[in-house]
DNA sequence: TAGGCCATCTGGTCCT
DNA sequence: AGGACCAGATGGCCTA
């Protein structure tokens, strides 16, 4: 029995804490290009450049975050600094300590030695005192006396750094939240953690840069493993309810039914991944059935695999080709149709998986069970998926129309 | 209660 | 000097 967090599978994943940096993305970013391939990296370049796009674009940010109470709150401010000197000035034999306290030290000097100063010289560049015995002087250069007036200052400028760097950390995580709508799997209710939304990311990008490299359709065993490689078990889990992927099911045809999929001719490296979901039905449509010449012109696939993989029918490429299966435009939630697992245990009941799924679907058998509704989902619209759903809607209208004649 | 995830604060470093 | 970025620390929330 897989247990599943309704809030974040990610949790469930045993990683040492983690965080989110720009570094870590540059290393997940540098295994997603494993070829020197020049057409394919201006690709993912332009698809970067749309991303980075995307996630500058002003309607994206939030609004202007409220300052905490304590920032317009001086007194408070003033007790907290207060409780920190007398928190750290407990333990003062602590080298190590003692310069994470200079400040607290500064702030000392500054009520019990500067407090008759008249304003103007608290301008001045004053030689600390020596200090009183125990301890060597410190090195650096000289820490200049707090007086109230730098005191204040050295106040409004954590004030600010503060702010800033809480709006910066927003902005990052309101990037995160639109990286969560192009990954393949995105749930409102359920959403993937940030460690989880950049690994899923980045083997999403991998599996399309293979797809552009080798011009083939890879096998949905592989190229769900390529999705869900180092992701935890409830992601895993999750991915694969996207995918209307039953492992048991393909597992079980893998070995007796090897035929009906792909053959190992796969483009994708097949690594050992301990699937465990059996909670989903079967895939509606089985894999290896089409002879398309083209991947992203394949009109054999039908369900959310291809619906993800190769939905948009786009013949071309470069440009608005990456674009369109990049963007939330094509790839969106408002569109999209849920699938719930048979019999789901009760804390998933409320989950709210959404596939993504692109302009055109391959084939009319593949829309029988797609309810084309544009407002399916709108109370999992977000502010971006508002902002690009009026354009949507004509293209729902259409599809509903030629599926529904 | 332990562990995972997250938001926030903070000081350091680098750059303009 | 000030801003951006980073990483450590801390506490809150949630789940198993």
Redesign the pocket.
Known sequence: MV??????P??????????????SCDAAANDVLPYGLASERARLRAAGSMLARLFSDSNLMPEA?KY?A??EDSESDEE?LRE?RNSESCDPQDSQAE??V???QDNEEAETGMEEEDEDEEEEEVEEEEENGTRPRKRGPKRRKMTKARME?FKL??Q???????N???DL?SALDNLRKVVPCYSKTQ?L????TLRLAKNYIWALSEILRSGKRPDLVSYVQTLCKGL?QPTTNLVAGCLQLNSRNFLSEQTAEPGRLQPPTSTFAMHPYPYQCARLPSPQCQAGAGTSSHPLRSHSYCGGYEQHLYGNGSPEYPGSELEGSLSPSLCTNGGSYSLKPESPPE?EKNYHYTMHYSAMPSSRGAAHGLLLRPGLHSDSLTAYDSHIHHDRTAVYEELNAFFHN
């Open positions: 247990s599943t967090s309704p809030l974040c990610g949790r469930q994943a045993a990683h040492s804490r983690m965080s989110i940096t720009a570094r975050h905490p304590w920032v907290k920190e310069d994470s200079s400040v607290a200052r400028r954590r600010k750094a503060n702010t800033r760097e809480r910066r950390m927003h995580n959403k953690s940030k460690i989880e935890s804390h």
